[in-house]
């Protein structure tokens, strides 16, 4: 079985990966789906909308911007697993926001279209062998692994979870 120390990315995806539980990265994945639906389930509506001050992301921003950056690794972590050899751009999370439209969204269509996701992550990551995890690959100049990938799935989350009761519900 793999663990952390086998993950390989560079120093703007260790904070991530840090903040990922230490079990196996499957584990790690659904340890952290299981946090983010009892976040989903415990927040009050009218936090949805909200944001701590001028300039920051409401909560339903985050979990579009949880969304969206996840669907990012997993293509490049299914990239990689390939062994496709192009070379993937960076995204812009900030422009990502502004043109994510969550104002005209519902929250419930936010949640189900989170827990989709989540479910297809942890089936692929389930489907991968040793070979397949520790394929590595470059996207927006950086190499990263598809282990690393996955830590940087659970991790990413786990740092919104984090900022969110810290900065929102308190």
């Given at each position: ?7 390989i ?86 422009s ?27 089936s ?47």
């Amino acid at each position: 079985m793999l663990s952390k120390k086998e993950a390989i990315a560079s120093e703007n995806f260790q904070r991530y990966i840090q903040k990922a539980d230490d079990s196996d990265v499957l584990k790690s994945i659904r340890h952290n789906s299981k946090a983010i639906r009892k976040l989903l389930k415990s927040l009050p509506r009218k936090k949805r909308k909200f944001a701590y001050d001028n300039g920051k992301w409401t909560i339903a921003e985050i979990l579009q911007h949880i969304i969206d950056a996840e669907r990012v690794f997993v293509y490049r972590a299914l990239t990689f697993a390939r062994k496709d050899s192009s070379l993937l751009p960076s995204f812009d999370e900030n422009s990502w926001a502004v043109h994510a439209n969550f104002l005209e969204r519902k929250w419930k269509d936010q949640v189900e279209e989170f827990e989709a996701l989540r479910a297809s992550t942890e089936s692929f990551f389930a489907s991968l062998g040793e070979g397949e995890l520790l394929a590595t690959g470059t996207a927006g100049g950086i190499q990263i692994n598809v282990l690393a990938l996955g830590y940087v799935v659970a991790g990413h989350a786990t740092h919104h979870i984090d900022i969110i009761n810290e900065r929102y519900l308190n």
